[in-house]
């Protein structure tokens, strides 16, 4: 299941930066993937794209953005659910170049 951030976001940007994905972007910010860049989630709020969000799977035991958000807007996103299984396949396709077990 893809992450996401509630409009409890005090837009601090702690998670910004712990993201192995990329996956988190500032309110108004357009976001890539794969060379195309598409309009923001969120004008207002720091936001997660589902397409790269893995829970840091492959990358971490716990999702780091909910481990530094202060306010504990980093929730599982219902509308994108997703087993272990499919995001280990997610962050292979998002790093080719190294190995995840």
Known sequence: MALMITEECINCGACEPE???EAIYEG???WELN????????????????????????HYDESQCVS??????CVPDPKHQEDHATLLE??????PDQKFD
């Open 35 to 58: 060379g195309e860049t598409h309009d923001p989630i969120s004008d207002d709020i720091y936001y997660i794209v589902p397409e790269k969000c893995t829970e840091c799977v492959g």
């Open 19 to 21: 993201c192995p994905n």
């Open 28 to 30: 108004g910010v357009p």
């Open 68 to 73: 530094v958000c202060p306010v504990d807007c």
């Open 90 to 95: 997610k962050v292979r396709k998002l790093h």
